[in-house]
């Protein structure tokens, strides 16, 4: 490897091994370069959705309070380096490529034939780069899954389970039980767990976080908020209770996020990272998280949004209804194939007005003509290029263009936008 384009070259190429479960080979690759892991402490945030939201949320209210903070999260929008920050400035691209060089040297010094996938990859090398950087904490985000992830060889201060729903039923089974079994994977002996799961799904996490004697902190049993008026909520935590609280991230789901990442806080003070009030109103008020609910432009208003399961979709028709209701809708839709593209659609379609179906530029990506079924008249473009030209051709000033589907979709999306517009 020579250079960075050389580097993601080499970490893309890893993708052809796909999804592989199983820690041997992240274990493997972190005892050759010394365990980084172990030198660090650590968050570690599963769930269906709202991870990077969590993390993002929980980050903030930590840089405030002062704390240096690594977060890992995946898969990035428009640059690898998004992947792996320390006070929310990304990685540069000349340490990935030497981090990359030292971590590909070791293991081919022990095992030139060794196999293992991106996620390992990248996973060992951002756990190295916190080392290096020396943070004070850092918020791993589980990649798929959660038992056999490859994030999961960190013994966190705490673990978080945003939620548990359909997703990814490919690879961790079509039960929401067997969802709920691979997500709460992360659980570990004696390090206590919070979560907003519901239902079964609360269940499962009761019963495996007790067979490891890990205390479970549950939203709407232990700790609990109110909306109060768009984007302003009430909390009510294990020790405190913050009334009139901003939150910047839109959308009313991203309440139950806040309380979570309040929640973590709260824990955290009590274990060796105190925080004051005023460093988790602030982290709330002021935390970035692009492509959820973010608009990117005016006249037209462009919205994107990376709802790319049913339960994401639901999130956003909310706010579509409660925000957009008089505005024309112009849908822009690309999906991944394993996605459960039907229910996405059926949630979405009834509140929208013109339909462009397209496709990201992946292989993992749905060819656009398996969707025409489910709504007559759509417009059908292969590219996200195409589909966004199409989107202003028909749009008026006063409409609003929606990109969801995939973050993969928005991401190429966003790159794009202000050439075309």
């Not at 759509?378 to 989107?391: C, H, K, P």
Request: charged share 30%; hydrophobic share 40%.
């Amino acid at each position: 490897m020579k250079g960075y384009a050389d580097t993601l070259e080499y970490l893309y190429g890893l993708e052809r091994f796909g999804i592989v479960f199983g820690l041997e080979n992240i274990e493997w690759i972190l005892n050759s370069i010394g365990n980084p892991q172990r030198f660090i402490k650590t968050v570690h945030i599963g769930g269906t959705n709202g991870k990077g939201s969590t993390a993002s949320m929980l980050s903030s209210m930590l840089q405030e309070a002062g704390y240096k903070v690594g977060k890992y999260t995946s898969p990035h929008l428009l640059s690898f380096t998004e992947r792996i920050v320390v006070n929310e400035a990304a990685i540069e691209e000349e340490e990935i490529v030497l981090l990359a060089e030292k971590i590909k040297a070791n293991i081919e010094a022990i095992d030139e034939k060794r196999f293992f996938t991106f996620f390992d990859f990248t996973s060992a090398l951002a756990f190295e780069y916190f080392f290096r950087k020396e943070v004070d904490i850092a918020i791993i985000e589980v990649g798929l899954g959660g038992r056999l992830d490859s994030t999961n060889v960190i013994e966190p201060l705490v673990s978080i389970i945003t939620n548990v729903d359909y997703d990814h039923m490919d690879y961790l089974g079509g039960a929401i039980q067997d969802i709920a079994r691979e997500k709460a994977g992360i659980i570990k002996e004696m390090i206590p767990v919070i979560t907003g799961a519901e239902g079964l799904p609360m269940g499962i996490v009761d019963d495996i976080a007790k067979a490891k004697k890990s205390l479970v902190y549950a939203l709407n049993r232990d700790f609990f908020y109110e909306k109060e008026m768009d984007q302003r909520m009430s909390y009510r935590g294990i020790g405190m209770r913050l009334d009139d609280v901003f939150v910047s991230l839109r959308g009313d789901h991203q309440f139950a996020n806040s309380a979570i990442a309040l929640c973590a806080a709260e824990y955290l003070s009590s274990a060796g990272f105190p925080l004051e009030e005023e460093s988790m109103r602030k982290g709330l008020s002021r935390t970035e998280w692009p492509g959820r609910l973010e608009i990117v432009r005016e006249r037209p208003t462009i919205l994107i949004d990376g709802a790319h399961n049913p339960h994401g979709v639901r999130a956003l028709s909310e706010y579509i209804k409660s925000h957009y209701k008089d505005k024309r809708k112009i849908l822009v839709f690309g999906v991944m194939k394993d996605k459960d593209y039907e229910v996405m659609l059926k949630e979405l379609l009834p509140l929208i007005d013109a339909v462009i179906l397209t496709k990201p530029g992946i292989e993992r990506g749905l060819l656009p003509q398996c969707l025409e079924k489910y709504r007559e008249g759509a417009i059908v473009s292969e590219t996200i290029e195409g589909a966004l030209r199409e989107a202003r051709r028909i749009a008026r000033e006063e409409d609003l263009i929606l990109i969801t589907g995939s973050l993969y979709t928005i991401g190429e999306a966003k790159s794009i936008i202000e050439d075309i517009f």
